[in-house]
């Protein structure tokens, strides 16, 4: 009992000792905690399942998000682990030399960790609560229900994020406890004596990696814009093989520039040896030699973390913005089959009984003869206006107009206008108005319309054709209630409803019959922003976080080399301004390095959506504004890493008057 308790004060005694080692490893520990703990927290919260039918996929997202998190992190833990092995190893060496057993080392190690991961825990999950009050508020908001900043505790986000916790960091351990179960006393006292060795590839053979990576890069451009022509399921082919291209590309591309760089600074001798740019080629060479792969695999972290935010961001707040497209009318009903207008007054008394009904219209889409396109009269298309809130239109007798809410099909319709200003309808013909295009949202693929556009023709002309659709749309007192899409659903499955047929039609084999409420349409539609938004911005931040945290390891597991190299450089005389400017051009380079691609990349994915999808988004200005965003989020958890591991660094190579 007594040994057991001289090792608890032994663990503690260095974890104090260590501290400056243990700091990064455990605020990425705490952080990962805590995000982990604040999105179960939301996936979980009763307040936000409650506020729409299928809000679940949000939690099946988090969970799923949570599982990879885990598995990602214990990579990073256990390369953090190894990275305090290689810091402490004399130390480890001399409890052995002493009559320390290998078990008891390994034990007292990792109850070090333990010690370390418990207190992470704790503190991540206090962080996580007040996080998690943020979220919540957030998601209200974006629901528009009042809310206010409450913090609560959620026993079960909790247990789940505690389960989580363990498996990653278990995973990690049990790889720390191989290392040291297999390591010699004299492997531990020299192995930071060992020479580097470093194979030196020809400049021609780099040059030829770096060419056929910006070719499988530029090639896995070109299968993106495939993928966005294509309809089918090669779609996600397309983008499985882009992805797969670029992320190779950007690896190979991290791996061989700043190899070129390096060894192109070296030939300009004038440079070289310019103050003390010969020590800096020096220290930089060896970090690129050393941790070349490590920087290209963060590069690829990086890159997937920029996208995925920035498309979560920028796919969830687009929705929102075109929810207003979406569900223009406050409630509808759709039936593909030529029924007399009277069959749906019988809908709307229904829902007079349900909630007040301040306007509606009952209409038909008519049939074009020889054309493939859907008509509407002008004082039907004139009353789904006046609904919307919107001005009538005046036009002539013998004019029509096309509208048309779909961007894609603009340009179609604006040159078939140009070629053919002149239609043709039961020998009366027609001439385009003078504002031949109208686009204001209508919803045209069920409502006004089933095609994304729809022409409006005069009352009399629209009259002599056959309307084989009825819509009925409706304006409801205070917007209606999500449930009465369902409930219109039961009244027309039931056999109170009792359609008429126009006299001298027939049903059509197949009806279609649709109802969209846009109370429950916000609804259930949100949560879908919700579960894309939260979840990128989830992943996108631990993988940032977990980046961060293996360039800080690999740039602080050198540091007694450094150490000793900043040493001779201050008895060789150089002022201590000169070696801290040096440390932040070291540092500099090394978190520059693996970010170079990721940034170029996510600034031209902002370029393209902006140029593909811009036009589809209602709000101005919305991929730009989330693009920043994303770039913004991103630096500031980037300088955070970076001013951490340039204070720690600082810390022991310079002495203290040089800081």
């Not at 179960?40 to 997202?61: K, P, Q, R, W, Y």
């Not at 294509?230 to 291209?245: I, K, M, R």
């Not at 099909?409 to 040159?415: L, N, P, T, V, W």
């Amino acid at each position: 009992m007594g040994g057991r308790c001289v090792y608890g004060k032994l663990a503690i005694q260095n974890i104090r000792r260590s501290l400056r080692d243990y700091i990064i490893y455990f605020v990425t520990l705490t952080l990962t905690a805590a995000l982990m703990y604040s999105f179960l927290a939301l996936g979980f919260s009763s307040d936000v399942l409650a506020m729409a039918e299928n809000m679940s996929m949000l939690t099946t997202g988090i969970l799923l998000m949570s599982a990879l998190v885990a598995f990602m992190s214990s990579f990073v833990i256990g390369y953090a682990i190894r990275f305090m092995l290689g810091r402490r190893k004399k130390e480890f060496a001399t409890y052995e030399l002493i009559g320390m057993e290998a078990k008891t080392v390994r034990n007292l190690f990792l109850a070090e960790n333990s010690i370390i991961g418990t207190g992470a825990f704790l503190l991540g999950s206090l962080v996580g609560t007040g996080l998690s009050g943020l979220l919540n508020q957030v998601v209200k908001n974006i629901f528009e229900v009042p809310h206010t900043y409450q913090v609560s505790f959620s026993l079960q986000a909790w247990t789940v994020t505690f389960l989580f916790f363990a498996l990653m960091y278990g995973l990690g351990m049990l790889r720390a406890a191989k290392i040291i179960r297999h390591q010699k006393v004299i492997d531990l006292l020299y192995d930071n004596r060992k020479n580097e060795e470093y194979r030196f590839k020809s400049c021609s053979r780099s040059l030829l990696v770096v060419l056929l990576s910006i070719a499988a890069m530029v090639t896995g451009v070109i299968l993106l814009g495939r993928m966005l022509q294509t309809q089918t399921n090669e779609a996600f082919l397309y983008l499985g093989g882009a992805c797969l291209l670029i992320l190779v590309g950007v690896y190979e591309l991290h791996r061989q520039i700043p190899l070129l760089l390096h060894r192109f600074a070296k030939q300009n001798l004038r440079h070289k040896y310019k103050e003390e740019n010969l020590f800096f080629l020096g220290q930089i060479g060896r970090r690129i030699h050393s941790a070349g792969r490590t920087m290209a695999v963060v590069a690829i972290l990086l890159t997937i973390s920029l996208a995925t935010m920035f498309v979560g961001l920028t796919m969830g707040a687009g929705y929102k913005a075109n929810m207003k497209a979406y569900y223009p009318y406050d409630a509808g009903v759709a039936i593909d089959a030529p029924l007399k207008k009277s069959s749906m007054d019988s809908i709307v008394s229904f829902t007079e009984e349900h909630c007040e009904v301040e306007d509606s219209v009952i209409y038909y889409l008519y049939v074009v003869p020889e054309k493939s396109i859907e008509a509407l009269s002008l004082s039907d298309y004139n009353h789904l206006r006046e609904i919307l809130g919107l001005s009538p239109i005046v036009m002539g007798n013998n004019e029509f107009l096309v509208h048309c809410d779909t961007w894609n099909y603009m340009d179609g319709i604006r040159q078939g206008l140009e070629q053919q200003p002149e239609i043709t309808l039961n020998g009366r013909t027609l001439t385009v108005a003078e504002t031949p295009i109208l686009t204001e949202p209508m919803e045209q693929y069920q409502m006004a319309g089933t095609k994304g556009y729809v022409l409006v023709l005069p009352d009399e002309a629209a009259s002599q054709l056959v309307g084989e659709k009825i819509r009925l749309a409706m304006k409801l007192e205070d917007g209606g209630y999500p449930e009465l899409k369902s409930d219109l659903k039961q009244f027309l499955n039931s056999g109170k409803w009792q359609p008429e047929l126009q006299s001298g039609q027939q049903l059509p084999e197949k009806v279609t019959m649709g109802v969209t409420v846009k109370a429950w349409g916000i609804a259930n539609s949100l949560t879908g922003f919700t579960a894309i938004s939260f979840c990128g911005l989830y992943l996108s931040i631990i993988f940032i976080i977990l980046s961060c945290s293996v360039l800080a390891f690999e740039q602080l597991s050198a540091i007694d080399k450094n150490q000793k190299n900043y040493a001779v450089i201050d008895r060789l005389g150089v002022p201590g301004h000169r070696q801290a400017s040096l440390i932040r051009r070291e540092l500099s380079t090394v978190f520059l390095i693996p970010l170079l691609f990721p940034l170029l990349l996510t600034v031209l994915l902002i370029a393209g959506a902006q140029f593909f999808f811009g036009e589809a988004i209602l709000q101005q200005g919305l991929v730009p504004l989330y693009g920043l965003v994303t770039i913004l989020l991103f630096c500031a958890i980037y300088l955070t890493y970076f001013g951490a591991t340039m204070f720690l660094f600082k810390r022991v190579i310079l002495r203290p008057e040089m800081r």
